[in-house]
């Protein structure tokens, strides 16, 4: 049986990405988890959070080295699976992606000279400062890719000659219109999840009945990071939300199930679709999504059929949609629960409940990441070029993708299992306590400082 090329590009382009976002997360978000660690064990001169900012870092450089195979991967695929396009936009999106590596390599430099100066130096803030390059890098490294996202959404810094793109201004096609929203929903989820993350694997050795001052310090500050970070991140989806009334109507339209132009539309939250396109088993939410598009409960908000057929946006993305919103507001409401627990002495904010929803709470966040992705991607569909080339036109029709997508999917199968099974081994055959009295054998038991 002849696999459909175009089809198989795009199943193996997302089983990569879809991958490849997971380190990619962490990536970013992981160097300002461990700067902000390291700070306040030096600023408080409590040695539990030293320890946070070394056993983190040591994970951190695990997922950095499944990141860099991930992402070359991508690169690749580029031009395998996709010829057209390269060819067509490849000298606009190459300084983007050019700068993007050296970010990387930036940031690498300094994650190497951070992992083995510690304790080198007389002053501690010293090691400290050598953090804020690899979080400068982390982030740089998220912003250059992500302009190339945004001008597949929004292209501009061109002009079209016969089919080619000329007069190219690569800085005026990275600073595109979707630039600046999509960059903050990206550093702001990034943030959030990989403190969730955190947070939950720490609620997890708590329940496990490892009640340290490590854990409880540990999980104070995630869950401090979560609320921050998590309520960030509800603006940036805001923000977003008022960017695609504007720039890509008939993606916010297909995200909301929004068929007709109307003023005062509602926001419909789940439910599905019957034969004539109605909703059924839906929540509505009065005009809000007129609020919610321009900040206004009575503006008009473009609705779907006001596109042609074949350019409209598959209308199953309003699950992706629905599920990354419900799970962002949900990140906030635990953490915001567990932080009032922590304030009122009679309560108990390491109550088996409380643990086990923010255990919950880091798979959700890195689920909230996929969903996200999959709208934005699926959204833009039927292009990958919106308004001047499609998916199809841009795949490659070798009769071979289809090989390449077992080859991938073993080679991600492999490196998933050494991931996890490396970590295990590097945290299972050092515990913290352990760790603790080896480097810093001056901590008196109980002593907090």
């Not at 993350?197 to 720490?202: D, M, W, Y």
């Not at 916010?252 to 088993?281: P, Q, R, S």
């Not at 080339?389 to 080859?407: D, H, K, Q, R």
């Not at 299992?417 to 081994?425: G, H």
Request: aromatic fraction near 12%; glycine fraction near 8%; include cysteine.
């Amino acid at each position: 049986m002849d696999l459909d090329p175009v089809l198989m590009s795009r199943l193996l382009t997302s089983l990569t990405l879809g991958f490849h976002i997971i380190f990619a997360t962490l990536g970013v978000g992981m160097p300002l988890m461990i700067s902000v660690a390291e700070f306040l064990g030096i600023k408080k001169k409590d040695t539990h959070y030293l320890m946070l900012a070394r056993r983190w870092a040591r994970g951190f450089v695990i997922t950095v080295a499944i990141g860099v195979v991930t992402g070359t991967a991508i690169g690749l695929q580029l031009s395998l699976l996709w010829p057209n396009f390269m060819q067509v936009a490849g000298n606009v999106i190459a300084l983007p992606l050019f700068m993007e590596v050296f970010a990387f390599f930036f940031e690498a430099i300094f994650l190497g000279i951070y992992l083995y100066t510690w304790d080198r130096f007389k002053k501690p803030f010293t090691h400290w400062l050598l953090t804020l390059p690899v979080v400068i890098g982390a982030g740089m490294s998220a912003v250059f890719i992500t302009t190339v996202n945004g001008f597949m959404n929004t292209p501009e810094g061109f002009l079209l000659d016969n089919g080619h793109f000329a007069a190219v201004n690569p800085i005026a096609a990275m600073l595109n219109p979707a630039t600046p929203t999509k960059v903050f929903h990206v550093l702001t989820t990034a943030y959030v999840t990989v403190a969730a993350i955190l947070a939950a694997i720490t609620a997890f050795m708590i329940l496990k009945k490892k009640t340290s001052d490590y854990h409880k310090k540990a999980l104070q500050l995630t869950m401090t990071l979560v609320l921050i970070f998590g309520i960030l991140s509800v603006l940036a989806g805001d923000v977003s939300a008022k960017f695609l009334a504007e720039h890509q109507p008939e993606k916010l339209a297909a995200a909301e199930w929004h068929f007709e132009t109307e003023a005062g539309a509602d926001l419909i939250v789940f439910g599905w679709l019957n034969d004539a396109h109605e909703a059924i088993g839906e929540i509505r939410i009065p005009k809000f999504l007129s609020f919610l598009a321009h900040g206004d409960f009575n503006a008009e908000v473009i609705g779907l059929e006001e596109f042609p057929e074949d350019v409209r946006p598959p209308l199953w993305v309003h699950y992706m949609f629905d599920l990354m919103v419900m799970i962002g507001f949900t990140l906030v409401g635990i953490s915001m629960l567990y932080l009032i627990f922590s304030r009122v002495k009679k309560w108990n904010e390491h109550h088996k409940g409380i643990l086990s929803l923010i255990v919950l709470s880091g798979p959700l966040a890195m689920l909230a990441i996929e969903f996200g992705w999959i709208y934005a991607e699926e959204g833009r569909q039927p292009w990958i070029l919106r308004g001047y080339m499609t998916v199809e036109e841009a795949a490659t029709n070798s009769p071979y993708v289809g090989i390449m997508f077992i080859l991938f999917l073993a080679l991600y199968i492999v490196l998933g299992t050494l991931c996890v099974v490396i970590l295990r081994k590097l945290f299972r055959n050092t515990p913290v306590e352990a760790e603790l009295e080896k480097q810093y054998p001056t901590l008196e038991k109980g002593d907090t400082k």
